[in-house]
């Protein structure tokens, strides 16, 4: 088959309404607009379906961070206003309330925070006098969602797993932040995770009587005199995490229609760095044994009841120590205590799902080639239906409407909907909310592009592509070649704050290009598997194919003004890139892999080296030497700059050091950015600003000129 470019009609796909107007803007994007943008989450509709209620992030310069709001709009698209306008705490996670006249969220009012309940109108949609504290721990309180009889809410929190009462965590705690010695002793793996350490802490389940504890809070003076409120009960306790830790996404537990069961997601293997094997258990809501239902050695994890109760949806992967093997979905029968994969026939991985109102469909969201549309499977069929192609995420449902978070690369998350009501016929998607449309309105956003080339093994490989503001194609335009982490990750016509291509092209006039190559989600598992055991080929291919079709094709790309960029496996690949090439006028390296024997040492994760280079490095170490940077630093000759976060235990900042230190003894032009107070993203609004402003720097410094 030729190579072809393919006309990007996936945006055009989508209603009018989606596009926030890329084109009448007239100026450039630019970071303080990126910092002045609401950032939307978690949209929760009312049960009755007339309003939604969803966290609304702004960024704090002062404090140097974003906080959280709650805000609520009505359910078919208007004016959105506070929710809770008196206050000026910290807000997320709202959940309602069975029959809709209650709202619980966690609030900072607190530290740490805690869960708060309040009174709802849901016909005015407004809040019913003025919210109370509802969760008293001395760790804490998040994560809360009600019973469907809304006798109980179930919350998380963080105890030492020996401690019987709150009495005892309190006083751990106080003991150890009193303590002259800060030292800790570690006796298995694990002992840090992400950007902090464990401190002997584990998540359970807890669970509180609402009726009981609202009779003594709407008792003011006795709640302000003395916390008489009943201690929740642990239903989860052990040396165990329930949940296991989570990047964000739906919640790893449910309880059952009828409130009497909790079903929760757990992993009780014993080195849990090691083990990706999360496993569905279930449980009395009065406490009691715990009975584990799934049966993968891989991860099984978030569980939902269908609103007839006969049946329990997870997602589930079949191998172990894989973390990005296909989310199958599987349905457990509760009768009969069966499971099945009903999504045998689709070769995409599941993300966000709910039920349908009927208990017969599954919703879920599918990453797609760039995009994650919505689809619609019914209980009895083998192939789902398509219903919407966009990028959606945190699917929730009231009544026959699907709410949703949708964004793209010209536009961050908003709420939007789509009516489910037609028995899996395509419906058309509305937007709901409408944070940032004045904002962007101004603002030139170019339209993302695609094309396909044949990369490594004659494989079709696809590939985006974004043009400066103000594009004139009779102009040579220097590069940023972006290089996307996971490695089972993608980039897709969504947003980011971080790495946002849309700054990139507009910060100095660059094309910007982006490679879904071998090892990508997206494109079939078959795809994503291939990377493994292979990290410095085909993905290297990929890119260097992709780079050169983009040069053949596009006559104004300057093929000499190219920048390699990338963060974890793309910083990995760029300094693969160092020793394999030099056609590259530059180089950015953010957290990326070094040495990979010394990588596998330092991270947490110990699963993820295991499974990609096939076990720990004494029993392959030729594959690790194989697909080492490090051992090609003598072929080092492009300018780069090195950035690491001191709090990065994923990819310990040693993998940096070690790559600034073989720049710098080959006098190889380089610079390191360095975060005491980052790990393995740059989160701080002010630590942003100046990664970006470092990192278009260096660009500019060796791509402005000819």
Known sequence: MPWKILALSLLLIIPAAAQTSPQTGTRPFTFEDMMKLKRVGDPQPTPNGQWVVFSASEVDWEENKTRSRLWIVPATGGEARRLNPGTDNEESRPRFSPDGKRIIFTSKATDPAQIWI??????????????????????????????????????????????????????????????????????????????????????????????????????????????HVPEPRDLTPGDHDVPPFNLGG????????????????SNIDQVEATSTNNEIFLLPITGGAPKKISTSPGSDTVPLYSPDGAHIAWRSMARAGFEADKNRLVIYDRQSGQARDASEGFDLSLGSFQWSADSKTIYFAAEHRAEEPIYALPLNARQPTELARLYATDLNRAGHTLFFLRASMAAPNEVWRIDVSGAGKKSEAAPVTRMNEQLLSGIAMPQLEDFTFRGANDAEVHGLMLKPPGFDAKKKYPVKFLIHGGPQGAWSNSWTYRWNAQLFAATGSYVVVLINFHGSTGYGQAFTDSITGDWGGKPYEDLMKGLDYVIKIYPFVDEKRVAAMGASYGGYMVNWILGHTDRFRCAVSHCGLYNTES????????????????????????????????????????????????????????????????????????????????????????????????????????????
């Open 599 to 706: 990588f596998y040492g330092t991270t947490e994760e110990v699963w993820f080296p295991e499974w990609e280079f096939r076990g720990p490095p004494w029993e392959q170490r030729k594959l690790y030497q194989n697909f080492s940077p490090h051992l090609r630093a003598e072929n080092f000759k492009t300018p780069t700059l090195v950035v690491h976060g001191q709090l990065d235990y994923r990819v310990d900042v040693s993998e940096g050091f070690q790559l600034f230190t073989a720049l710098q003894r080959q006098n190889i032009p380089s610079k390191f950015l360095y975060f005491p107070d980052e790990g393995h993203w740059v989160n701080k609004p002010q630590n942003s600003q100046l990664w970006y402003k470092t990192v278009n720097d260096w660009v500019e410094q060796w791509c402005a000129t000819k």
């Open 250 to 265: 739906q919640d790893m537990y449910a309880v059952s229609p009828d409130g009497k069961e909790l079903a929760y997601t």
């Open 118 to 227: 309040c009174g709802f109108d849901p016909e005015k949609g407004e809040l019913v006098g003025q919210p109370q504290q509802l969760t008293t721990l001395s760790t804490g309180g998040d994560g809360g969602i009600w019973s469907p009889d809304g006798a109980n809410i179930v919350f998380v929190s963080k105890v030492y797993p020996d401690c019987k009462d709150d009495t005892c965590n309190q006083q751990r705690d106080e003991a150890l932040k009193e303590s002259k010695v800060q030292a800790q002793i570690f006796e298995r793996l694990l002992y840090r995770h992400w950007n902090a350490f464990m401190n002997f802490k584990r998540s359970h389940l807890f669970v509180i009587n609402v009726e009981q504890v609202s009779n003594l809070l709407s008792a003011t003076e006795r709640v302000e005199n003395s916390r």
